[in-house]
């Protein structure tokens, strides 16, 4: 597991043995796959990218290709232990939707998100006056996957107003994990742990 | 040790049965053609059925008898293929209701020393999917490491995992539907009144006499536009003519898609029995999985513990991915370990026959996993 990324590394050393995990996003399958194999965990995916879905496939997941904001509505209510997004919230059309989703169709879900509003991020712009274009968000505005840009206080004023409590939460800097203290301004990536109130 | 004659190539075997059939009758006895390809090991875990489409046959992967060419999807079954003989214990049968050796209208009922034409019993997919499994317990395999299919094939594999559950490993879905559409349906009956429409049909009564090949070529030709795209014609073909500079101002085979067609309709007859068409498309149309259980498809699949690995292609109109993903989202709902794949491809509904790397990759990388 030690080739997790940060954020994947602490939603896996999270999650309870034996669970029931829906990935949503889950790219070539890397997280569930150390899920399966580290905590014998029954993982399934959903992956927009058919090359990743294959690839995961071909890795013994069960993966289906299909997207985060339409069909969540497909499964039914608490049918996971957890629901994870991981990286995905900001490249959703509708966050708020498909955070409703997470937190109905998981008795828990974790979330990670890049925090934009982390400093470097406030200064690109402050100074360059252009969106920024960082090594977390190394896209150009015209062509991003990230539509929906979200920074830690934003997050948690949508929890607020979708009744969504918050578990747990950890930040990171690089890979350096940060205390709470000014995360909306120090740290690059947040992980919340949520669950339905 | 004396060799076991129940397995290899070109198989066939007449079993007391009886298959009870949706209609409510039996059958019996069923003649089964097949063949197995690779050795059956010491814990008979390693099984896989091949399931064929509509005018598809038990020469998966070995030279078919009539027509000399190549087994029909040598691309997925064979040395260093995701089915392989070195590894797997391979079975490919001719569906009940077929014309290649299996109990279908051509041959003949015992009971009268005649050809059984239409007295033949109509048949669904469950029962083409019961026939097999009558031959299952003749070879002494219980379990099956997997079913794979695509087109009707991929129906059969859907009705094993629902009708046989415990049988069932895994189960490879391709290019398939849970149920026939109005569309597929409609089509159908194009095919089933060009063959009715030929006099030579005389009401199924022909055998000893001409064939209705007619009526057969042109359903053929009209099933085969549904098999491909509008973009695959369209790169193929365009508005070429045949063989000419002009257009003639008649009625000859002008334009080489028209060629085509009538080549693809001419070819088949040799090959294919025009009851055994009306009978199998029937079998498909009365196709739908969730009708017995009050149209709710999760319920086929209540509590399963087959794993699932549906593929689809997104040119293909006739069983288009919405099927499919109806599927994933009835077997998501059933708890069902899942996996499904759109595969881009020009080609429609037979890019699953074509070569199709990624299909492969993911077919072998779902079986072995689930070999393990």
């Known amino acids: 597991m030690s080739t997790l990324r940060p954020d994947l590394a602490i939603i896996a050393r999270e999650v309870r043995a034996g669970a029931r995990v829906l990935d949503v996003g889950c790219g070539d399958g890397q997280l569930m796959a150390a899920l399966r ?66 937190v109905r169709i998981g008795r828990e879900a974790f979330v990670s998100f890049p925090n934009f509003a982390q400093w470097r991020i406030r200064f690109a712009h402050m100074f360059g006056g252009r969106m920024p274009v960082t090594k977390q968000l190394p896209h150009l505005w ?43 301004l120090l740290a690059q990536h947040a992980v919340f742990k949520l669950r339905r109130k | 040790m004396q060799e076991d004659t129940r397995f290899g190539l070109d198989r066939k075997i007449r079993l007391l049965g009886p298959v009870r059939l949706d209609s409510g009758a039996e059958f019996a006895p069923v003649d089964i053609a097949y063949e197995t390809y690779g ?47 070195a590894r797997h214990c391979i079975i490919s049968i001719n569906v009940m209701g077929s014309c290649m050796g299996s109990s279908g209208p051509a041959s ?16 669904t997919i469950p029962d083409m999917v019961r026939a097999q499994a009558l031959l299952l317990d003749h070879l002494g395999i219980e379990t099956l490491e997997a079913v794979v299919g695509g087109s009707m094939g991929g129906m059969q594999a859907l009705s094993w995992a629902a009708l046989y559950p415990e049988r069932v490993k895994s189960a490879v879905v391709i290019a398939s539907t849970a149920r026939h559409s109005a569309q597929n349906i409609a089509f159908h009956e194009v095919g089933r009144q ?8 005389n009401n199924g009564a022909y055998y000893g006499h001409e064939a209705p090949s007619s009526g057969l070529a042109v359903a053929r030709m009209a099933a085969h536009i549904t098999y491909l795209s509008e973009a695959g014609l369209t790169e193929k073909f365009g508005r070429r003519l045949q063989n000419r500079d002009a257009k003639s101002f008649g009625f000859d085979a002008d334009f080489q898609v028209e060629s085509y067609l009538r080549y693809q309709g001419l070819s088949f007859v040799d090959r294919f029995d025009a009851n055994s068409y009306l009978y199998i498309t029937r079998a498909m149309d009365y196709f739908d999985l969730a009708e017995p259980h009050d149209g709710v498809l999760a319920k086929a699949f209540a509590r399963t513990k087959t794993r699932f690995c549906l593929i689809s292609f997104d040119s293909d109109w006739l069983y288009p ?18 996996s499904f794949v759109e595969l881009s491809s020009p080609f429609g509904h037979d890019a699953f026959l074509l070569e199709a790397p990624e299909m492969n990759r993911i077919v072998d990388g779902f079986l072995r996993a689930g070999g393990k």
């Open chain 1, 37 to 102: 194999d580290t905590k014998n965990v029954d993982a399934r995916g959903l992956e927009l990218n058919a090359h990743d879905v294959a690839t995961a496939v071909s890795r013994g997941l069960s993966v289906i290709q299909g997207d985060a904001d339409t069909d969540l509505a497909e499964y039914p209510d608490g049918s996971f232990d957890y629901a994870i997004l991981s990286q995905t919230l900001q490249t959703t059309k509708r966050p708020d939707l498909v955070l409703d989703h997470l």
């Open chain 1, 142 to 184: 015209y062509d991003t996957p990230n539509i929906h840009h979200v920074t830690i206080d934003d997050f948690r004023s949508l929890l607020h107003d979708r009744h969504i409590e918050i578990e747990g939460q950890w930040f990171l800097s690089g890979n350096k994990p940060r205390a709470d203290r000014f995360a909306n």
């Open chain 2, 39 to 85: 050795a059956l090991n010491a814990d008979k875990s390693n099984a896989i059925l091949i399931c064929h489409a509509l005018t598809g046959d038990q020469y998966v992967a070995s030279t078919h008898p009539m027509t000399g060419k190549d087994g029909w999807w040598t691309r997925m079954v064979g040395a260093a293929k995701p089915i392989d003989p």
């Open chain 2, 108 to 123: 003949i009922d015992p009971t009268t020393g005649a050809a059984y034409a239409m007295g033949f019993p109509v048949i």
């Open chain 2, 194 to 201: 060009a063959i009715m429409a030929d006099p030579r049909w």
């Open chain 2, 321 to 338: 991915t919405a099927e499919s993903r109806r599927i994933v989202h009835a077997l998501n709902a059933a708890g069902a370990a899942v």
